[in-house]
């Protein structure tokens, strides 16, 4: 069974997007370019919700994408993407499937299916859902050094509590730091 993975980069209070869900304040540097390019790899297919999957959409097939970030622009491009969506009738970015009715009946499909790990960037709304019924394998947190005061909280009404267990911590020369965390077991 592959992994469901949660990645996301977050403020030191928590948003990983302003109100209108700009994310400006992202550091990233070469350091953070290798690292996306190596998760890229691990992925056997990419998760969003409508909204994350618009802001996707409208930028990775982009000829400014591809001259920018020609190697992720690749994977990203050519992954498979599902995205999970009530009110989207048909998406046009290729390799994407649209997920309709219950996501969390079709993720649990997806991850029984045999494949590399499954990765949800951004998508707040649906990661919540998926919390809830317990399908996040791993939670992959870049924390930046910095506070916005307010925005969209990375954790979205989720069934409290849930605790974790830390897997593993990166630090990064621009002060970023990952904090990778599995759910932590009923006895833990």
Same mark, same amino acid.
Request: no cysteine.
């Given at each position: 069974?592959?992994?469901?993975?949660?990645?996301?980069?977050?403020?030191?209070?928590?948003?990983?997007?302003?109100?209108?869900?700009?994310?400006?304040?992202?550091?990233?540097?070469? @350091?953070?370019?290798? !690292?996306?390019?190596?998760?890229?790899?691990?992925?056997?297919?990419?998760?969003?919700?409508?909204?994350?999957?618009?802001?996707?959409?409208? !930028?990775?097939?982009?000829?400014? $994408?591809?001259?920018?970030?020609?190697?992720?622009? @690749?994977?990203?491009?050519?992954?498979?993407?599902?995205?999970?969506?009530?009110?989207?009738?048909?998406?046009?970015?290729?390799?994407?499937?649209?997920?309709?009715?219950?996501?969390?009946?079709?993720?649990?499909?997806?991850?029984? $299916?045999?494949?590399?790990? =499954?990765?949800?960037?951004?998508?707040?709304?649906?990661?919540?859902? =998926?919390?809830?019924?317990?399908?996040?394998?791993?939670?992959?947190?870049?924390?930046?050094?910095?506070?916005?005061?307010?925005?969209?909280?990375?954790?979205?009404?989720?069934? =409290?509590?849930?605790?974790?267990?830390?897997?593993?911590?990166?630090?990064?020369?621009?002060?970023?730091?990952? =904090?990778? !965390?599995?759910?932590?077991? @009923?006895? @833990?």
């Amino acid at each position: 069974m592959r992994k469901l993975i949660l990645f996301n980069m977050i403020t030191l209070d928590g948003f990983f997007a302003g109100p209108a869900g700009e994310i400006d304040w992202h550091q990233v540097d070469d @350091e953070f370019n290798q !690292y996306a390019i190596d998760q890229l790899q691990e992925a056997g297919g990419l998760i969003f919700g409508r909204v994350t999957y618009q802001l996707m959409a409208s !930028y990775w097939p982009t000829p400014q $994408a591809l001259q920018d970030d020609p190697q992720v622009a @690749e994977k990203m491009n050519s992954l498979p993407k599902f995205v999970a969506s009530r009110t989207l009738q048909d998406v046009e970015w290729s390799n994407t499937r649209l997920l309709k009715g219950d996501a969390t009946e079709e993720l649990s499909r997806l991850k029984a $299916a045999p494949g590399a790990d =499954l990765f949800i960037f951004g998508s707040a709304n649906l990661a919540a859902s =998926l919390m809830k019924k317990g399908l996040i394998d791993e939670y992959r947190l870049i924390v930046n050094p910095v506070v916005i005061g307010k925005g969209i909280p990375m954790f979205q009404n989720p069934h =409290l509590p849930q605790r974790f267990r830390l897997a593993r911590t990166r630090a990064f020369r621009n002060s970023n730091v990952l =904090l990778v !965390y599995q759910p932590a077991l @009923e006895e @833990e």
